[in-house]
């Protein structure tokens, strides 16, 4: 008797763990919806986790979908008559989702403001009709076959145009006696060059200025190549390079990598900055410390929007690869005291397009379709960057 008591009593336990569960689950409520400066913000009853998110993309027509799990819809009022290219509804008991459809495909690279950490923000598609900005503080839901969903709306982003003022600099790393890494007879410096004059011309067509400072086979000592961005007025500096690893690794390791300006302890890190560190650090003159460089990474670059640029680029150059390669590693967003990103305080970005070293790899990095998409995904992670930039400071 005593051990069916205690059967029942863990029986009703987990019922009402259970119950209590289902009751609780959902802690989180989409509040506000508000149409702004080209982009779908959200505002939540309670702190938004990221984590909770799913983001894919479907396609015929283009659609970008986001679930957020543990959130229901809030049951009021919405304005009515508005198109279909945006729904929001109560997709599961316990998921919202929303959905963006454009004819055309579409970068979507939402984000959680900083110090907002009840917000989301989706940036919506470009080439739309525009409409004055209008808040929405109220959800409506109403019932259809017994499963609640939401009446679509229309939400429209202002386009930003791009002027010519907007200066960015490209750097093609190594060059001249510096070769930078070399493996199956192929040089790093003459890769770089090439992929920096095709990211040059996908600026150019978005409207922005560019200056890469070498269109040659030349070196630059550290002072020259630092400088630039800060002399030329540009809003972004961008080195690029491609990485190499002793032989024994050759097959192993492979993929590309954006890094930002920052000390680390990261060994990976450390070792790819030593490795471009030496080469830059030839001519810079015997007035150069090292401390003074290190020292001034943590006071001189604006280490915040790097990282941001470097988040919109290695994002955009792996979407585009992945959209024609299989196999292609993403190595992430990393920080590490590169030396060529120290002089400039603009946001500044190094990037390693691909491992050389990597047979496979090293294929695929010299041939113009590749170099091409590489070239189109830092184009169009400079231009989100700097459109969301737009947003964050009103401009």
Do not use: W
Not at 108 to 131: E, F, G, R, V
Not at 244 to 272: M, Y
């Amino acid at each position: 008797m005593e051990k069916m008591h205690s059967v029942n009593l863990l029986k009703v336990f987990l019922l009402f763990t259970f119950i209590y569960t289902q009751l609780f689950s959902l802690n989180n409520t989409l509040q506000e919806l508000d149409v702004t400066k080209g982009e779908l913000r959200l505002k939540f009853k309670n702190k938004c986790n990221q984590k909770s998110i799913k983001h894919f993309i479907l396609s015929n027509p283009h659609r970008h979908v986001f679930d957020f799990k543990n959130t229901r819809v809030l049951k009021n009022n919405m304005a009515s008559k508005l198109d279909k290219n945006i729904r929001v509804s109560q997709f599961k008991r316990n998921t919202v989702r929303i959905v963006i459809e454009n004819s055309k495909k579409y970068t979507c690279m939402a984000y959680q403001p900083m110090l907002m950490h009840n917000s989301y923000h989706i940036p919506l598609p470009k080439k739309a009709k525009t409409l004055p900005a209008k808040r929405y503080n109220k959800v409506i839901a109403k019932k259809k076959n017994k499963k609640k969903s939401v009446k679509d709306v229309t939400l429209v982003p202002v386009k930003y145009h791009h002027s010519t003022d907007e200066l960015i600099v490209i750097d093609a790393g190594h060059g001249g006696h510096d070769s930078g890494a070399v493996s199956g007879g192929r040089q790093e410096k003459d890769l770089v060059l090439s992929i920096s004059k095709k990211v040059k011309r996908k600026l150019k067509d978005r409207g922005f200025s560019v200056y890469l400072t070498r269109e040659t086979n030349r070196f630059l000592k550290l002072s020259e190549r630092t400088h630039i961005a800060d002399k030329k007025n540009a809003i972004a500096f961008i080195s690029i390079h491609a990485n190499s690893v002793a032989k024994k690794h050759r097959h192993k390791v492979h993929g590309v990598e954006t890094f930002f300006l920052q000390k680390t302890r990261d060994a990976k890190s450390q070792r790819i900055a030593a490795r471009e560190n030496a080469s830059v650090l030839k001519g810079a003159g015997s007035n150069l410390s090292k401390k003074v460089i290190i020292d001034s990474v943590l006071s001189g670059p604006k280490i915040v929007q790097s990282n941001k640029l470097a988040i919109d680029v290695q994002s955009n150059i792996i979407s585009q690869l992945r959209s024609q390669y299989s196999g292609v590693r993403d190595g992430g967003v990393r920080h590490a005291p590169f030396y060529v990103l120290v002089g400039a305080s603009r946001p500044s970005i190094l990037v390693e397009v691909g491992y050389i070293s990597n047979p496979k790899e090293r294929k695929r990095l010299f041939t113009s379709g590749y170099q091409n998409l590489i070239a189109e995904g830092i184009a169009k992670g400079v231009e989100i960057y700097l459109d969301n930039r737009k947003r964050e400071i009103d401009f």
